[in-house]
Each structure stands twice: as structure tokens, then as C-alpha cells.
């Protein structure tokens, strides 16, 4: 899988909007990127997966420019309960490696 | 309802011992993962398995053992060579290998007393 890199921590008060960028110079032509959310002790959880432009669901919305060298998970309105750990994964849906999680960026919601 | 399933949630083990994390699912996935988690951590991969029979070592393998006797099931033996086990472990399918889209359990808490 490519690397990627994200910022270790972030801190937002609750009500605004959180933007968490990966970076992903070496992603490949079949790649997809895909964000997870992990609160503890628990699994992380699929949140959004996207190839190009934007996708939007009912939990966040995923930005990724034109050249996919990276990309921006954003998320509305924050509240506490979106304190956790964001993971950013890179892959081919045809290809056959092992998911590789990165450190994550860990989102503190402040009231 | 379809999910992966882990158990015990927690788990108590004296040192020497080699203890067996079990990891269930019922997603009909080609592919399962078996990572660990330190406090305050990323994930790290310790096996993954592909398909039926088969497996390979992921970054941290040392210590461990799996096998994939069955696609449903993938446990993951702890053995007595692991110096450091206290730790959080995960299990994760996807469909397909590399399918980043991957459901996970809710991880067993191994503790060496």
C-alpha cells in the first residue's frame, strides 16, 4: 500500500469543522482512499472510501484534488463524540497486500 | 447478523503460558488480519491470511502463530517466545486481499500477569 502521512493530533472546539489532510505522493493509478475512525478500545470503522473529486455521506465528506496526491477527510460540526483516531488508508481494490494502518491523527473535541 | 467476532474481550494469561485469541466472522471474506495495538498507538499487522490454508507474516509476526483451517475462522496463538504481549488485538476481514473497505472486531485485551 502507499504511505501516507497525517498530522499526529488535532484539537477543535465542538460546532466547527474539522479538516484532517493524508498526504499520499506515491498512490497508484488503481488506488483508493480510504478513511477509518477508532474510538478506545474498540476496532477502528470504516467511515469513507473515495477515488477522485468528492464523496459525501452521512458521517463526513472526503476531498481529493486532481493530481490524488492527497486528500482532506472533513468533518461537520464536530461534536465530543467525535473525539477518536482517524486513519487514512491508500490501496488497489484489485490488488492482494495486507492493509497497513498508519499512527493515525488523533482528534480531541473540546467543549 | 453478519459481523466478526471476537473473544474473549478480555483475557488474563500468566507468563509462559500460550494462550489462543479467537477471531469468528460470518462476512464470507477471503481475507482476515490479526493486528496489535499499544496504548496510545497505531495498529500493527502481525499475520494476515489471504485465502483457506494460507498465511504470512506481517511486520511484528515474532512470537505468534495463526491458522486458516476454515474461511470463517482465523485464531491467533500467543505463545510464550513473545516477550512483550500485554497488549490490544484486533482481527479485520475485508472481501477480497487488500480490499480497504475491512470490518473489524471488537478486540480481545490480553493482560500477562
Known amino acids: 500500500l502507499a504511505k501516507t502521512t497525517q498530522p499526529i493530533s488535532m484539537d477543535s472546539y465542538e460546532g466547527q469543522e474539522v479538516n484532517i489532510t493524508c498526504s499520499h505522493n506515491?498512490?497508484?493509478?488503481?488506488?483508493?482512499i480510504t478513511w477509518y475512525q477508532q474510538f478506545p478500545s474498540q476496532g477502528p470503522r470504516f467511515i469513507i472510501q473515495?477515488?477522485?473529486t468528492k464523496v459525501t455521506n452521512e458521517v463526513a465528506s472526503l476531498f481529493i484534488p486532481a493530481d490524488r496526491k492527497s486528500s482532506t477527510l472533513s468533518l461537520p460540526r464536530v461534536s465530543l463524540s467525535d473525539t477518536a483516531v482517524y486513519y487514512c488508508?491508500?490501496?488497489?481494490?484489485?490488488?492482494?497486500?495486507?492493509?497497513?494502518f498508519g499512527k493515525g491523527t488523533r482528534l480531541s473535541v473540546i467543549a | 447478523d453478519g459481523g466478526i467476532t471476537q473473544s474473549p474481550k478480555y483475557l488474563f494469561r500468566k507468563e509462559g503460558q500460550n494462550v489462543t485469541l479467537s477471531c469468528e466472522q460470518n462476512l464470507n471474506h477471503d481475507a482476515m488480519y490479526w493486528y496489535r495495538q499499544d496504548p496510545g498507538q497505531g495498529l500493527r499487522l502481525i499475520y494476515y491470511?489471504?485465502?483457506?490454508?494460507?498465511?504470512q507474516k506481517g511486520d511484528i509476526a515474532e512470537g505468534y502463530s495463526v491458522s486458516r483451517e476454515k474461511k470463517e475462522s482465523f485464531p491467533l496463538t500467543v505463545t510464550s517466545a513473545q516477550k512483550n504481549p500485554t497488549a490490544f488485538y484486533l482481527c479485520?476481514?475485508?472481501?477480497?486481499?487488500?480490499?480497504?473497505?475491512?470490518?473489524f472486531g471488537q478486540g480481545t485485551r490480553l493482560t500477562v500477569v
Open positions: 488508508l491508500v490501496g488497489s481494490s484489485v490488488g492482494n497486500t495486507p492493509l497497513v
Open positions: 506515491n498512490i497508484a493509478t488503481n488506488d483508493y
Open positions: 473515495g477515488y477522485k
Open positions: 491470511s489471504q485465502i483457506v490454508n494460507d498465511f
Open positions: 479485520a476481514s475485508s472481501i477480497w486481499p487488500g480490499n480497504t473497505e475491512a470490518f
